[in-house]
């Protein structure tokens, strides 16, 4: 049952809602435009706010039910975790972009609001307030990311989930490694 669990999760996270949702009804292959990304960002960058916001909800369910199926099927925390991961990694390795995809952010939110949810409202006001202020949301995300383990630490969180969120996070910088070295160069575009 943990196997079947773990792929669903994977194949779920693996939906580019980006892709489906930006030809459905914008008639655009975010692949094309902006970044490439499938991502709520570029979405938000190339399609419009009300895309951007679609595409980060349908991207954030996907964490979410993950672990909720995980939760419901095997109801432990090791599953649930896993759960969690697999959708991220299934959201930026999707196989059906070719094992290509988002940065795995709203995706990672959607698993840390089951995992952990007395921190999900404040990584995502961290993230909003660094958004407004900087206009950066590559540097929100990876700042959001940093927060989760740290503030799973403070909260006095179990290890596996203060594990969860080491593993979340650097799989997240990893993804947006160019866009900290755009923000070095202050190349990185802004919102």
Do not use: C
């Amino acid at each position: 049952m943990m196997a079947a669990v773990l792929v669903a999760s994977f194949l779920l996270g693996s939906i580019p809602n980006g892709l489906i949702f930006g030809k459905l009804f914008w008639k655009k292959d975010l692949r094309q435009y902006g970044s490439g990304n499938v991502g709520a960002t570029n979405a938000w960058r190339v399609l419009g706010k009300k895309a951007g916001i679609l595409i980060f909800l349908l991207d954030f369910l996907k964490g979410e039910i993950s672990v909720i199926l995980a939760e419901a099927l095997i109801g432990t925390p090791t599953a649930m975790i896993l759960a969690g991961l697999l959708a991220i990694i299934g959201h930026s390795f999707s196989p059906f972009l070719q094992f290509k995809g988002g940065k795995g952010v709203a995706t990672g939110l959607g698993a840390i609001a089951i995992l952990m949810p007395s921190i999900t409202a404040l990584v995502l006001l961290a993230w909003l307030i660094i958004v407004f202020t900087t206009r950066y949301v590559s540097l929100a995300s990876i700042a959001a990311a940093v927060l989760v383990p740290l503030l799973a630490l403070i909260m006095n969180y179990s290890s596996e989930y203060v594990i969860f969120g080491v593993v979340a996070a650097l799989f997240i910088i990893f993804r947006h490694r160019d866009n900290i070295l755009r923000i070095k160069r202050g190349r990185e575009n802004k919102i």
